[in-house]
């Protein structure tokens, strides 16, 4: 049994909570709004965040307070809106115990950095990276509330850590897998984000699973290209944290990218599909992150490109796949002049 924390209650951060008390650990939420923190106190429930799940367990307690949250915690989980991690982790850094693993469920890029969250989170807490780690796969909150099997992966630079965190949230129906490959598991799990605003367009606009699949070919080819510019395994990029996740995201309406994406496709705006949205799409301002990383890294991708345009510009489904179809990527590698048929 560990001292597990997680700062941030919202749907995923509740449920790998719970995830973590079913494993056995001890399991406090740390959140920034008092209801919450009550909720899960006085009923364990998470009623606002998590509304499917009647009764946490008795071992998930709940507090507001950043020092007592973290003091004693063996494992810190962070499960904060990605743009909102660097300032909110600032004001923890003074509390987190040394020997403590970090460990974040974030998917996202820092907008205004470009930063990926392993970098956001250790330089937010000035954090080796053999106490960090982070989660990723196809893990739609809702389904693993409702603990219908499924599996994720957990990467640090330390085995030992990914050991440590995998072991502390296995359980019969959630097993953790491990990798050395931060970089990668990082990329996928914040570019899917994207791709799954494509797809959910597509879907919203009405096209069927060719479209869908050509959308989805282009988003796996940009990512690899980027984590290949990175240093990233490539098998990363064909296993859960890529490929699983992106056929999660991209195939439901619990993801709140896809969701997102189906109400632009509907022809609704950024702001109605913001007012509509169930909690944080992370792709909005990662996509954006995503041009502007590919820029830096000299990687051509068309595809977050049409979305920017769609998020930016306000350009329809139509359109999106007209520019995205009409460039000379093929798929697998990003090449400005290659003209092979795909
Ligand atoms: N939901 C899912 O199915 C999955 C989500 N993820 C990722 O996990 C991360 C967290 O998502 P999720 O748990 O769903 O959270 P939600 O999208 O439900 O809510 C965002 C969380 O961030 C918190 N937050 C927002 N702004 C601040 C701030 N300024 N300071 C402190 N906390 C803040 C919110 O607190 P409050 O509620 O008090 O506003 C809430 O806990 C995201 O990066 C997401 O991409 C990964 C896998 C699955
Ligand atoms: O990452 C997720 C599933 O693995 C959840 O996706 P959304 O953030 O789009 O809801």
Request: aromatic letters at 4%; glycine letters at 8%; a negative charge.
């Amino acid at each position: 049994m560990l001292r597990v924390t997680v700062l941030g209650a919202g749907a995923w951060g509740t449920t790998f909570g719970r995830v973590m008390a079913d494993a056995g650990n001890e399991v406090t939420m740390w959140a920034k709004e008092p209801d919450i923190v009550a909720d899960i106190q006085d009923n364990h429930r998470n009623s606002s965040r998590l509304p499917s799940v009647d009764t946490l367990p008795d071992t998930m307690t709940a507090t507001g307070d950043r020092k007592s949250a973290v003091e004693n915690a063996q494992i810190i989980v962070i499960a904060i809106a990605a743009q909102f991690a660097r300032v909110a982790l600032q004001e923890f850094q003074a509390f987190i115990p040394q020997d403590a693993i970090v460990v974040s469920l974030m998917k996202g890029i820092e907008r205004n950095t470009g930063k990926r969250m392993d970098m956001v989170v250790r330089e937010a807490l000035q954090l080796p990276q053999a106490r960090f780690a982070a989660v990723s796969g196809p893990n739609l909150s809702k389904e693993v509330a409702d603990r219908k099997p499924t599996a994720t992966v957990i990467a640090s630079a330390s085995l030992d850590a990914a050991r440590t965190v995998a072991q502390a949230c296995t359980t019969n129906y959630f097993k953790a897998y491990t990798s050395q490959d931060v970089v990668g598991l990082e990329l996928c799990g914040s570019l899917k984000n994207v791709v799954a605003l494509a797809v959910g367009m597509c879907r919203g606009a009405g096209y069927g699973e060719n479209t869908v699949a050509t959308v989805e070919t282009c988003g796996l080819a940009e990512m690899s290209a980027l984590g290949r510019a990175q240093g990233a395994v490539a098998a990363t990029f064909s296993g859960l944290a890529g490929v699983g996740d992106m056929v999660a995201t991209c195939g439901s309406p619990l993801s709140r990218n896809y969701a997102f994406g189906y109400n632009l496709g509907k022809g609704r705006s950024v702001e109605e599909a913001t007012k509509l949205s169930n909690g944080v799409a992370e792709g909005v301002p990662t996509t954006d992150a995503m041009l502007a990383l590919a820029k830096k890294l000299n990687v051509e991708t068309p595809l977050a490109t049409a979305v920017s345009h769609v998020l930016n510009d306000g350009i329809s489904c139509a359109d999106m796949l007209a520019e995205l179809l009409g460039t000379t990527q093929s798929f697998g590698t990003t090449q400005s002049s290659d003209t092979t048929q795909r």
